[in-house]
């Protein structure tokens, strides 16, 4: 017969409310105490029934993760490490994909609410109307996105950008385009805000290509565009679509880079798979998914009632924190000089502070992890 909480509580000499608190409030109980109820809890192979304690706490221990698009591999690495973040503060992750649709995702976070403690949304596509109206049905982080007032873990993709286009203007590039990504995403926004004025203030040119689908066919869909533009360098919205633009290119007999230097936004594995491998702004997608987990249970410490009203119940309490993450620019084989100069010796550097000349080799970085 399995152990039951009062066989915790007789075994350690506690009362049940002790052992409750325990596993539901660790920090309201002493520390010798809780250290002895735990081990009693183990030698008798005791595990809490989560859906009692939920009544009891007003918790369930759960969280939403919300994501764009589960086939893109910008999110594994993401959803792993908030996974393992969550599981080691005793919680659960549940993991819903909207496919990009924003009326998918309103309809998932209303799914949710009553389910788990709070939603992180990653690279939502709701307006941020819409994001704080719901936040204030469930407590919310916005991952990948900026809103005001609201809890938000970035990654500073405009700093990678800007990094992007100086090495590419440092190969001698001048007649650019960017490829952009979807409609109402804020990285997109970032990236043709601060590439526009890096190229702008290196004398270049900067066509925009977009919007279009984040994916490998959203690229190779671009590379007639792109051959008939005349542009000698391309960045591109994520790295899905920069490999999609080098075969859509290769098939038309461009080369890259020798034709069309390329550079991508992410560092996803493919990246360092593909012929040439590919030069990309990497993003800390792991560290993202740990800090936003931990801003979300931040303010999780006191019981509150089930139901609605969640949200305002915790006020006061809830973080607005906003954290933005560095990028570095990861310089490979997809981009190389000016068609009509001759490649030198080593890899020249553009004006941007963020170059790795070798996957392997060190990293020049400036900053590090910037709140605001």
Known sequence: MPATIRDVARASGVHISTVSRTFSAPHLVNPETRVRVLACAENLG??????????ITGRTHNIGLIIADIANPFFPPLIKAAEGQARHRDYHVFVADTNEDPAAEEELVHALAKQVDGVLLCSPRMSNSLIEQVSRE???????????????????????ARAAIEHLLGLGHRQLALLGGPRGSWTNREMRRAAGAAARSGGAELTVLGPNPPTETGGSAQADQVRRSGVTAVLAYNDLMAIGLIEGLDQLGVRVPQDVSVVGVDDIALSRLTRPKLTTVATPTAAAGRTAVDMLLQHDAEPRPRGGGRAAAVGDRRTTAQVMLQTELVI??????????????????GPGPH??????????????????
């Open 138 to 160: 469930v407590p919310v982080v916005v991952i990948n996105r900026q809103v005001t007032g609201l809890p938000c873990v970035m990654m500073d993709v405009g700093q990678g």
């Open 355 to 372: 170059r790795l000349a070798d996957p392997g080799g060190p990293t020049v970085t400036t900053g590090g992890v910037v709140a605001s």
């Open 46 to 55: 005791y595990r809490p029934n989560r859906a009692a304690r939920a009544l």
């Open 332 to 349: 490979r084989d997809s981009t190389g000089p000016v068609p009509g100069r001759s490649r030198p010796g080593s890899v020249p550097d």
